[in-house]
């Protein structure tokens, strides 16, 4: 709880100094969030805040947090984010706030190892599968390696902290070559670095700091899978949470794959003496070959193939990994033999993971991929849901704070808060005392976890700087793509818009289908579609070049900030359902069925309503941007779930006529500011 020194009335007169000191101007909205969750902190309820773009939610709950008597960790679901709080946000503030009394402005940044260079890969060494060390790569691999080699060094001389994002610019290939995942770490007391290791380092920072900024997937392996890798603390702050749910299913899933459990194998040869390392290969073949006679796709039952072939492995890697023989300083055990303790970790990895497949658990999922021709079909295991282990595992024990711009799909918190284990029956409404339910927010009995949720707005206008435009008139999207009428339409708004135009497909095929037909059409326009180059890149030349096009999927729909002219006209070809044959969606969607529910409206819809809400968000971005978002999909305009999305997106002004939305273009193309 906050000291009582430090009462709440000061996050409005703390905050006003943080705004002044950083030359901004006081946004409402931005006041009432800072004050919702300092209430929320004080009286342990948790709070689901939608907060809209150009609200300034970061100094919204940043203030608080400093404010707040104990430890906050603040966790993000992308990089770019946590990046943007460690490097310019939090720094800032706390200059600005440096002379409040009492005010701890300590902070630390706290990622998954392989985010750090390891030091003992870069001076011992890295053993191949056989434990011999691999010889330096040679080309321009070798010249980044060393490149990269000598940047860790300078960053140990330095104090500095390795973290990948400060390193040179490099690949994920070369990068992997200076760093190792947590299985493949020795330990701290076993490695002759681990005075100096970077990732230690890290942990004792954030051991020592008032706030500590990490990501959705080390916040879910503290949490919820009981690893510790966060100090202990009293209150998370989770942003992006929209976002929530699916990096917490990502760090939940498990994949199986032959070539896998046989490099296992092949690495245990040089440690183990007797046949187990020859058996658990065998067990690979096995594992091959079952996968080679399924099909891909969601087993409903999983193949006596294939189930016999999980269980061969599963016994086979329980007993390669007990054959190991315990440390003892010598050449099979050392503590500090890099190649037996990576080889081990992969074999217990293959076990866990087998073990877990095998068992058939109903709360889990199990797929096989299609594969392509570079990688090889895989084994896929995942929680059937998660909100369940949330509620258990994070809800209970801390007090949580949801912020995003986008939490509020079909107008209401209530599919938000479901799908992470909060109650619409325990929601607190406005006016109610903190007395009338606080106590169940620690309850780890699970009776009652009560929470708020508040829309503090948005400082746009979105009726008067957005247009929403749904092709009434076009054909229903079908299977095989883009059509000629839906090319034609979209070759019409952005002639209209001459270029300015973000186009978010459902597919990468319908991006490069429609980028084909733009470049054919209007050759006097610049037409990139994603894949022609790497998406920064894309990105710098969309934005210098008011007169182009940006065509791509996913990563453009939720990860692209273009303010300003450059974007004047959001194409989105149909509303983004999962695909029929998503073997997690499907398998969530039959279950909220079985349980009574609406599955599609549960599931796909509220997927699509939450993608809808992230890529109509691209459009604006600052108070003087002005636009159209055109949703190609007449579902949007006739289908009865029409209205739940609509009401998850801005409030723009909707029309169906395409009339209307070439002249507003055209207008806006020709005086753009």
Known sequence: MPDADRPDQTVPEVLAAAVSALGGQEREGQVAMAEAVAAAMSDG???????????????????????????????????????????????????????????DTSYAVLKGRSNYACLHRVREGVPDDQGALVKMPEGSLGAKVLELRSWVEQEAEDGGTGERDHAPRHTDREWRQVSVNHRECLGAAKCPFGQECFAELARERAHKSHLVVTNHSLLAIDAIEG?????????????????????????????????????AARRSQRYVDGSEADDLADAADALRGAI????????????DDLADALALVRDAARACFSAYPKADGGEKGGDAD?????????VQEVFATAERMAAGSDADVLWLSEGTDRIPPRLCVAPLQVWGTMRDKLLTDKTVVMTSATLMLGGDFGNLASSVGLKPSERVLEGAPASASASGAGDTKGTALPWRGVDVGSPFDYGRQGILYVARHLPPPGRDGLGPA???????????????????????????????????????????????????????????????????????????DVPGET?????????????????????????????????????????????????????????????????????????RYGGFLKSSLPPMWTTTDPAVVRKALSRLAADPS
Request: charged residues 25%; glycine residues 8%; aromatic residues 4%.
């Open 45 to 103: 309820r948790h709070l689901l805040v939608q907060a809209g773009t150009g609200t300034g939610k970061s100094l919204g709950y940043l203030v608080p947090s400093l404010l707040h008597g104990e430890r906050v960790v603040v966790a993000t679901a992308t990089l770019a984010l946590q990046h943007q709080l460690v490097e310019r946000d939090l720094p800032r503030l706390a200059e600005a706030v440096k002379g409040v009394p009492g005010v």
């Open 227 to 263: 690893v510790p890798m966060i100090p202990d603390y009293d209150v998370v702050v989770i942003d992006e949470a929209h976002e929530l749910t699916a990096r917490v299913t990502q760090a939940a899933t498990d994949e199986l794959w032959a070539a896998e459990v046989e490099r």
């Open 292 to 303: 080679g006679d399924a099909t891909p796709g969601r087993f409903e039952r999983v193949p």
């Open 338 to 346: 890099a190649g037996r303790t990576q080889a081990r970790g992969a």
């Open 486 to 560: 839906q090319l034609d339409e979209i070759v019409e708004l952005v002639d209209a818009a001459e270029g300015r135009t973000l186009g978010l497909f459902s597919s990468r095929r319908a991006a490069e289908t429609a980028a084909e037909a733009v470049r054919e059409r209007l050759p006097h326009l610049t037409t990139l579609a994603q894949g022609d180059a790497q998406l920064p890149e894309l990105a710098k030349q969309f934005v210098e070049d008011p007169h182009t096009c940006l065509f791509g999927t996913l990563s453009l729909w939720q990860g692209l």
């Open 567 to 639: 974007c004047q006209l959001v194409l989105i070809d149909r509303i983004p359902f999962p695909r029929p044959d998503d073997p997690l969606m499907s398998a969530r969607q039959k279950a909220a069925d079985k349980a009574g529910g609406n599955g599609f409206m549960q599931v796909a819809a509220t997927h699509a309503a939450l993608l809808l809400a992230q890529g109509a968000g691209r459009l604006i971005r600052t108070t003087t941007d002005r636009g159209v978002v055109a949703v190609l999909d007449p579902r949007l305009a006739t289908a």
